[in-house]
């Protein structure tokens, strides 16, 4: 009898350095931490403190900057935006998985 090995390896979030990040999402680097300081975006604390962004603020920074676009709202009031965006995401998983059968519900 012999035994099937299975290697799983866990992948970790890539994390960038404040320039890596506004390079790769084409912004300076003076915009990613202005947002950091209205609290739209997020970072992790890195080696030695310095901040570090998880590649998955790259689409919450276009998102941003999309919404900016979009509406004629100044960068601190597209917080509000943002967290009714992400509440009216999670309600809508909430009825999705309370009706899994009424797609027509969301």
Do not use: C, K, W
């Not at 965006?85 to 809508?92: C, H, K, P, V, W």
């Amino acid at each position: 009898m012999t035994l099937a090995i299975v290697h799983t390896t866990r992948q970790t979030a890539r994390v960038r350095s404040l320039e890596a990040f506004a390079a790769a999402a084409g912004v300076h680097p003076r915009l990613v931490a202005r947002f950091v300081a209205l609290g739209l975006l997020d970072p992790v604390p890195g080696a030695g403190g310095a901040p570090e962004f998880p590649d998955a603020q790259l689409a919450r920074l276009a998102r941003i900057r999309r919404l900016h676009a979009e509406l004629p709202l100044n960068y601190a009031a597209l917080g509000v935006v943002l967290d009714l965006l992400a509440r009216i995401e999670e309600l809508e998983a909430q009825l999705r998985h309370a009706h899994p059968d009424r797609p027509d519900r969301v």
